[in-house]
């Protein structure tokens, strides 16, 4: 098992079950040492754990932060693929895209975000931060209530 794999299991938290994507892509594209890795939406084991629109309430918004944070370990599921199983290939993460299914006027994107960033730092530490995006959108697959993207780079 990586050290990555060992911070995460230390935070209580596990990669999820293979699944199949929603739609016709790749889960990751490798570009010498950057992997671009495709949207991930809040799914474990084929369900969607979170549904949308997220409200402007401290519930709502607790609840979307741990859809993001299962968006991330699906992400980090696939990056462990592109790595050739071991995340500890992982140099830095470059970007996320957020994205939050959410009621019009919503301003608290970041701070959901924000449960997708805190895996990647517990995984990677310093080397997890990275540059993001937050959008607000009025809708995204299976009405899922975050999905969030990532670009990383390698190790030589």
């Known amino acids: 098992m990586s050290v990555a794999e060992t911070r995460l299991k230390e935070f209580g938290l596990n990669l999820p079950p293979d ?3 929603r739609g016709q892509f790749l889960p990751f594209r490798r570009d010498g040492k950057v992997i671009y890795l495709s949207g991930q939406i809040c799914e474990w084991d084929g369900a969607v754990t ?3 629109p997220v409200a402007d309430t401290e519930d709502d918004i607790a609840l979307a ?4 944070q299962i968006c991330a370990l699906n ?3 696939r990056l462990r693929q592109a790595c050739d199983g071991d995340l500890d290939r992982v140099a830095s993460v470059l970007r996320l895209g957020g994205f939050v299914n959410c009621v019009a006027g ?3 994107t970041p701070q959901v975000i924000n449960g997708a960033t805190e895996v990647f730092v517990a995984c990677f530490g310093e080397n997890g931060w990275h540059a993001r995006t937050a959008v607000g959108v009025s809708g995204l697959p299976g009405n899922a209530a975050v999905e969030v993207d990532a ?4 190790r030589d």
């Open 151 to 154: 670009i990383v780079r390698l």
């Open 19 to 21: 699944w199949t994507p």
């Open 50 to 52: 979170h549904i949308g």
């Open 106 to 108: 919503f301003g608290a």
């Open 65 to 68: 932060q741990k859809a993001a």
């Open 75 to 77: 992400l980090l599921y």
